[in-house]
């Protein structure tokens, strides 16, 4: 190889771990979890989205930009309303799924709280 040549640059993609790292950190929000658990019973306007948020438009507009970006939302203009959907149903699947696992943590936490409550009897000191 001479040295005018150009070397090919090797293409190193990121470990599993890190996409999935990622993934989930744009989950990290509850603005864009409360936007997934809406877009999963149905396509919302922006409009129907901001009183169900409780935020304002310029900070739904950024969680929605990000949902974008990931590709976990598309968004459909009708005039000057943008419908924002899923792109798949598997993204609310996997809120329900964490929903479930969510349920059990707290279930096996208010047993623990229980248990600690619970009278002991006479202690010794």
Do not use: N, W
């Not at 990622?22 to 979890?33: D, Q, W």
């Amino acid at each position: 190889m001479s040295a005018d040549t150009p070397r090919a640059t090797p293409v190193v993609s990121a470990p599993l771990y890190q996409v999935k790292a990622e993934f989930f950190k744009t989950l990290g929000h509850p603005v864009r979890i409360r936007v997934l658990e809406l877009l999963s019973a149905r396509e919302h306007a922006v409009a129907e989205l901001l009183p169900e948020t409780g935020v304002e438009a310029a900070h739904l507009s950024q969680q929605l930009a990000v949902l974008r970006r990931a590709g976990l939302v598309v968004a459909r203009r009708e005039g000057s309303t943008v419908h924002y959907s899923l792109t798949s149903p598997q993204v609310a699947e996997l809120l329900a799924v964490a929903r479930e696992i969510l349920g059990g943590v707290l279930t096996g936490q208010v047993e623990l709280l229980d248990s600690l409550r619970a009278p002991t009897g006479p202690t010794r000191g």
